[in-house]
C-alpha cells in the first residue's frame, strides 16, 4: 500500500493547526479561569485565615477583657461591701453614743429634778417648822409680856433715838418737818401710860426738832416694842423684829445648807462618772 505523504503532511498540518487553535481559543482560557479561580480561592483562604486569626485575637481581647471586668467588678464589690460594713459599724456607733448621750441628759434631769424635789420638800418642812417654833415665840413673849418689860422696851427705844446714825435720823428729821399734826404715829403692844408718852414725846422733840404731838396706838404683833412711822420712814424696836431677823437669818442659813448638802452627791457622781 503506498503512502500518501501530502496527506499526512496535511494530516499532520491540520492537527497541529487544531492544537494551536485549541490552545489559543480553548485551553488558554480555561487555565486562565483556573488560575484566576484558583488565586481567588486563594485570596478567599488566606482572607478567611486572616479573619479567623482577627478572631481569634478578638476572643482573645474580649476574655481578658472580661476576666478585667470581673476582676474590677469583685474588687469592687469587696470594697462597697467593705464600705457598706464600715458604715454601718459608724452609723451603729453614732447611734449608740447618742443614745447614751440622751440617757445620762434624762438621768442628768431626773437627778436635778428629783435634787430639786428634795430641796422643795427639805425648805417647806424647815420652813414650816420654823415658822411654827417662831410663832409659838411669839405666842408665849407676847402672853408673858408685862407693863416692866413694855417700860424697858420704851426705855431702849429711846435711847436708840439719842443714838441715832446721822442717816436715818436726817431722813427722819425730814419726814417729821413735812408731816402735819397727827401724822407721827407711834405704836406700841400695849397703851402706854401718860408719863411714858410724855418722855417718849420729848426725846422725839430733842431728837428730831419739832413740836408736832404724836399719835399713839397700840399693835400687839410688835411682842414688846415700839414703832415710830412718818411720811413713809419709820424706826422700830421690839422683840419681834429680832425674832423677824433671827427667822430670816435661819431660814438662809438652812436654804444654802440644803443645796450644799444636795450638790456634794451630784459632784461625786460627776466625779465617778469622769473617772469612768
Known amino acids: 500500500m503506498l503512502i500518501d505523504w501530502f496527506t499526512v503532511a496535511a494530516q499532520i498540518i491540520n492537527f497541529l493547526i ?27 483562604l488566606k482572607n478567611a485565615a486572616s479573619s479567623q486569626e482577627q478572631a481569634k485575637k478578638t476572643q482573645t481581647e474580649f476574655d481578658e477583657k472580661t476576666k478585667t471586668f470581673e476582676a474590677q467588678k469583685d474588687a469592687l464589690l469587696q470594697k462597697a461591701t467593705e464600705a457598706a460594713k464600715s458604715e454601718g459599724q459608724r452609723l451603729a456607733a453614732l447611734a449608740e ?22 430641796r422643795d420638800f427639805c425648805q417647806a418642812v424647815a420652813l414650816k417648822t420654823q415658822q411654827q417654833v417662831f410663832a409659838i415665840t411669839r405666842k408665849l413673849l407676847t402672853e408673858l409680856t408685862t407693863s416692866n418689860l413694855e417700860a424697858e422696851a420704851i426705855d431702849v427705844f429711846s435711847r436708840r433715838l439719842l443714838a441715832l446714825a446721822d442717816g436715818p435720823k436726817n431722813d427722819l428729821t425730814m419726814a417729821m418737818q413735812k408731816a402735819s399734826a397727827g401724822e407721827i404715829l407711834v405704836q406700841s403692844a400695849f397703851d402706854l401710860p401718860q408719863k411714858q ?23 400687839p404683833e410688835l411682842v414688846s416694842g415700839i414703832k415710830l412711822t412718818v411720811n413713809g420712814q419709820s424706826l422700830e424696836w421690839s422683840i419681834n423684829g429680832y425674832l423677824t431677823a433671827l427667822e430670816d437669818s435661819l431660814e438662809k442659813t438652812a436654804t444654802d445648807s440644803l443645796e450644799n448638802t444636795i450638790k456634794k452627791p451630784s459632784s461625786h457622781d460627776d466625779d465617778k462618772e469622769t473617772q469612768k
Open 97 to 118: 453614743q447618742e443614745a447614751k448621750l440622751e440617757a445620762k441628759k434624762e438621768q442628768t434631769k431626773l437627778a436635778t429634778d428629783l435634787a430639786k424635789e428634795q
Open 197 to 219: 408718852q410724855a418722855d417718849l414725846q420729848k426725846t422725839i422733840e430733842t431728837t428730831f426738832k419739832t413740836n408736832l404731838p404724836l399719835s399713839f396706838t397700840t399693835a
Open 18 to 44: 487544531l492544537v494551536w487553535l485549541m490552545k489559543a481559543f480553548l485551553y488558554k482560557p480555561i487555565l486562565k479561569a483556573i488560575d484566576s479561580r484558583e488565586k481567588l480561592v486563594a485570596d478567599d
